[in-house]
């Protein structure tokens, strides 16, 4: 199983179990810096163990999520010599705009080729009911000046029943169906 590692301009790495080119990574992640392509499980786990020196313990819980799981994609975040790993339920090669952050179940945030960025939150239900918008000017504005902890609150504010946010979007006419 070849492996990419993709590094990005953020404090997360992703992993992915399908291999592609870095020009694909670069059109489908904003913040993507370079990727390192494994040919295989271990080489990848023997690169993080000398690089981030791991414990033999680490390596082991690394192996097993990755090999263990039917996920495609993973993230790793690195602290105090320690890497902890999470699933990405969100298949990143097939979206069609430029992901720029995300968080499983709560919300996407992304670029358009129209240079929109759009933000789709999940609210859940037995209708897996969601909702999209575009952001207008001043929360592009917004979002430059204050970075992803702006677009949390976005997000979260999308998620209630009575939200702000949304009936603005729909009222300039910026919700997306």
Known sequence: MSLDLIYTKTDKFILSKINTSYKVWQDKLYY???????????ELVIFLKVDYKLSDKNKSEIFNYVNNSNQDFFELSVL??????????LQLLKSKDTLIHWEDWFYIFSKTSTNHYHLWVF???IAN??????????QVS?????????IKTLATDL????S?????????NRRIL
């Open 142 to 150: 917004d979002w430059e000046d204050l970075g992803i902890p702006f």
């Open 164 to 172: 702000k946010v949304y009936k603005e979007a729909i009222t300039e």
């Open 159 to 162: 998620q209630l029943k009575e």
């Open 80 to 89: 105090d010599n320690n890497i902890s790993i999470k699933q990405i339920h």
């Open 32 to 42: 993507y810096k370079t990727s390192l392509n494994f040919t295989n499980l271990e």
């Open 129 to 138: 009911q969601v909702r999209e918008i575009r952001l207008n000017a001043a």
């Open 123 to 125: 609210l859940g239900g």
